[in-house]
């Protein structure tokens, strides 16, 4: 058996600083790099895709509202073809620069609110989707299990991971309890492993509230500027060799 662990990086830019990346590095499979619009800088995105070709870590596309000032978490009213024009051109350069490196993009993974946002809008899943198709329909996209995101990417034949989070709490529909609720961040290491083994070998999770929500776990997420993202990284590395659990990044043939 083996599951993806991805990982956000490449979110620092000028002399902000975010993340421990080279740290976090050797406990993953699969990192989302941050393509300007939330994080992220040519140099500091050359570094990060460098990094992780050099740790054997496949590499996906993260794009964003373009939201500096917020770090993406904040909601942009943009109509879909909006958005569309946006992802494409994130998703693109990155790309470019993989490429320019000698590498190959694996995935693309929304940040932020646009995530949060495309799980329950069909319109805004359907243009992140379109434009993951148009720059290349070998990519695979990463979205919240169950969410309208993965049901986009299915209707248009596009591979995708079902995403689920070890650092995050979960409320009973299957949506991530809003960061600004009390409770939504994972801070003990000890409780984001038990999280992700439940999610991984029992297909659900608990919710805050006690019940029981079925999900399917193709990847795993940790948030790379988490406070406690490195511990947390290794304890969940520990937990699923424990189990006999590989880490390996998702293929199609996952």
Known sequence: MH???NCDMG????AWQMGNDSHLMPFISSANIACGFHG???VVIRETIL????????????????DLQGFGRRVIQMPPPEVYAHVLYQIGALKGMVEASGGRLHHVKPHGALYNEAARDPDLAAAIVSAIRDVDASLILYGLSGSELVRAARAVGLSC???VFADRSY???GSLTPRSFSGALLASAEQAAAQVLEMVLEHQVTATDGRKVQIQADTVCIHGDG???LSIARAVHAALGAEGILVKPFTTTS
């Open 3 to 5: 599951i993806d662990i």
């Open 11 to 14: 979110e620092s830019y000028g």
């Open 40 to 42: 992220g800088d040519p």
């Open 51 to 66: 990094l992780a070709m050099n740790h054997d870590v496949v590499i996906g596309a993260h794009p964003s509202y373009p």
């Open 161 to 163: 991971a079902e995403e």
């Open 171 to 173: 409320r009973t529909d």
């Open 227 to 229: 406070q406690h993202a």
